[in-house]
């Protein structure tokens, strides 16, 4: 049984989707033409314009790439430097985590 998105995650891989099919047609790039760029058959290619989010986040963080949907930030050189800012973020924040109940969450999403 698949696990189910959160809407937020849902709307996302759309959002994604769209603009990866938005950048696509600006290009004048048919679909068979990025998904062989990609190294990806067309059916994967139309789940990730549709956004379904059973796609691999690589999958469609590569062919958003391909086509210039910026991932996070204007350019790749920002994405790495903010990549290496929540990094490093991260482990300042430590591992060590509190214990917290179960009772009362509401992860029926």
Do not use: H, Y
């Not at 990730?48 to 050189?77: H, K, N, Q, W």
């Amino acid at each position: 049984m698949a696990r189910a998105t959160t809407p937020q995650a849902r709307d996302a891989a759309r959002a994604l989707g769209a603009q990866v099919t938005a950048a696509r047609r600006e290009r004048r790039w048919s679909a068979v033409r990025l998904a062989e760029q990609a190294g990806i058959n067309l059916r994967t290619l139309r789940k990730v314009e549709r956004g379904d989010a059973t796609v691999a986040l690589g999958t469609a963080f590569d062919v958003a790439v391909l086509v210039g949907v910026p991932l996070f930030t204007p350019s790749p050189s920002e994405l790495a430097i903010l990549a290496d800012n929540l990094v490093n973020r991260a482990a300042l924040l430590g591992e060590r985590v509190l214990a917290i109940s179960d009772e009362g969450l509401d992860d029926d999403f």
